[in-house]
């Protein structure tokens, strides 16, 4: 199955500081990225939807520019947090659809991200 | 608009056992449903999928799923648990754009 890989899967960062965490498609062209944050023991939270070559498109709620998204490939997207706080820290996921499987192919996810900020 | 609810936030269930763990969706159009598994730490893998066709579908892990339209229903089944099982299970529900995901079912296995 397609593969999508996720870095750094640990990162810890003090207050002010921003961390990008990156997600690769690694055999596939990925059209549309999707970002999601998970709190402990809670469901996925979709963040934001990155299109390539566009920009991003921000859930509600959602601080574009405190997460900013780039998606400047078929097969890299990357989440930035700015100025991080302790209340950033959480588990960020990146899932990729398959642009030749169009709207209906299952979403394939990366390892997750988990940010610990101090 | 697609919503999903997961009726149960934990199943225990003894080893060998059979479990079932129940998702309900709403949309006012046509969705694809999708249930995903979480190991600790981990990303999401897909268990199995209906996209169209046969109602029951069958995925990895001995796992399958049957796709009740008139109840709105995709319950996940598997006839004998084991202790690898234990793990966060999501419902998904796919629209035109994106995909909306339900609260998940922590499956607890008892030796």
């Known amino acids: 199955g397609a593969v999508v890989s996720q870095h750094p899967s640990w990162v810890i960062c003090k207050s002010g500081t921003s961390v990008k965490i990156e997600c690769r498609s690694l055999?596939?062209?990925?059209?549309?990225m999707f970002w999601y944050r998970q709190f402990p023991k809670q469901s996925l939270m979709l963040m934001a939807t990155?299109?390539?070559?566009?920009?991003?498109?921000?859930e509600q709620g959602v601080e574009k520019d405190k997460f900013l998204i780039n998606h400047a490939s078929l097969t890299l997207s990357t989440l930035t947090v700015t100025s991080a706080h302790p209340e950033d820290s959480s588990f960020y996921i990146c899932?990729?659809?398959?642009?030749?499987?169009?709207?209906?192919?299952?979403?394939?996810f990366g390892e997750g991200s988990r940010l610990t900020v101090l | 608009a697609q919503s999903v609810t997961q009726l149960d936030s934990q199943v225990p269930v003894f080893e060998e056992a059979p479990v079932e763990l129940r998702c309900n969706y709403s949309?006012?159009?046509?969705?694809?449903l999708f249930w995903y598994v979480q190991y600790p730490n981990q990303g999401l893998q897909l268990l199995l999928k209906?996209?169209?066709?046969?109602?029951l579908v069958k995925g990895i892990n001995g796992f399958e799923a049957e796709f009740n339209k008139s109840q709105t229903s995709f319950h996940l089944r598997k006839p004998s648990v084991h202790i690898s099982d234990t793990a966060e299970y999501f419902c998904a529900v796919s629209g035109a754009s994106k995909i909306i995901f339900g609260s998940g079912t922590r499956l607890s296995i008892r030796p």
């Open positions: 209906y996209l169209s066709g046969s109602t």
């Open positions: 899932s990729a659809r398959d642009g030749n499987r169009g709207s209906t192919g299952e979403l394939f």
């Open positions: 055999d596939f062209q990925a059209t549309t």
């Open positions: 949309s006012s159009v046509s969705v694809y």
């Open positions: 990155s299109n390539e070559g566009s920009k991003a498109t921000y």
